[in-house]
């Protein structure tokens, strides 16, 4: 995104929710997009830092509850969360950035190749939302990225279910690359949940018996709409018989 105009940073949720009233404004949290290179533009940066909402913590229904401006490298240092998580933190974004790149930004972001997102899928998250226009809400991960999070509002929070056996499955060009489909599941008292990467504009939760039912994915020069089908059945596959499925 290009370099902010303006700058303002609310003491409070109730101001941060004002600022944003204006379309020019976007809300800043870690700067990994916004601000990201040197085009000047008329956007108005709202800076969300002083909002004390980084906090990470267990809820009394067994949940995580992680506050929106937490980073990924607080996600990785978590012991609230499985290793599962932790480790995809790790994976999402290099040490740099990692310290940097918030889950608030991770679920506006909504990047179709973040197996860390499709992850969080998995584990039943739910987004905490505030809007000026409405009272504070919760909402489905998997609806809002279907949606985008609304004009004006603000993710606060993203809570997940920690608990379950957990397995991932994914393919590139090389071990090394962002991987062209990935599979991440989720086991808990005989009920699974699968995710992927790399087969819609963001990740999906999808049938286990049938994981290609519904999807259309885009082909470009790593894989075509077949391969990237062929793969999500694959993938789905290996990850269910990982969890004794």
């Known amino acids: 995104m290009p370099l902010v105009a303006e700058y303002h ?4 949720l109730d ?10 404004r976007v809300a800043l949290a870690g700067g990994t997009m916004l601000n990201a290179d040197r085009e000047p533009s008329d956007l108005e940066a709202v800076d969300l830092q002083a909002l004390g909402l980084d906090t990470i913590a267990a809820t009394d229904a067994g949940r995580v509850r992680i506050g929106a ?8 240092r978590c012991e609230l969360l499985g290793d599962s998580l932790r480790d995809l933190a790790r994976a999402e974004q290099p040490s740099t950035l990692r310290t940097l790149a918030t889950v608030g930004g991770l679920v506006a972001k909504a990047s179709s190749e973040s197996l860390l997102l499709a992850a969080l899928l998995a584990h039943d998250a739910q987004v905490e939302l505030v809007g000026s226009s409405a009272a504070a809400a919760e909402s489905g991960l998997a609806g809002l990225l279907a949606t985008g999070v609304p004009r004006g509002s603000l993710v606060t929070a993203v809570t ?10 994914r393919t590139g060009r090389t071990p090394a690359d962002v991987p062209i489909v990935a599979a991440y599941g989720r086991r808990i ?8 990467t790399g087969v819609a504009d963001h990740p999906v939760l999808v049938d286990v018996g049938d994981p290609t039912s519904g999807l259309n994915p885009a082909g470009d020069f790593r894989g075509s709409r077949e391969y990237r089908l062929h793969l999500a059945g694959t993938l789905t596959a290996r990850v269910m018989q990982e969890l004794h499925l």
Not at 160 to 169: K, N, Q
Not at 189 to 196: I, P, Q
């Open 9 to 12: 940073r609310p003491a409070s």
């Open 189 to 196: 008292e005989g009920f699974a949940a699968v995710a992927l």
């Open 69 to 76: 401006t937490a980073t990924l490298d607080a996600v990785r």
């Open 160 to 169: 997940v279910d920690p608990s379950g056996r957990t397995a991932t499955a």
């Open 15 to 24: 101001e941060a929710l004002e600022l944003l009233g204006s379309p020019r």
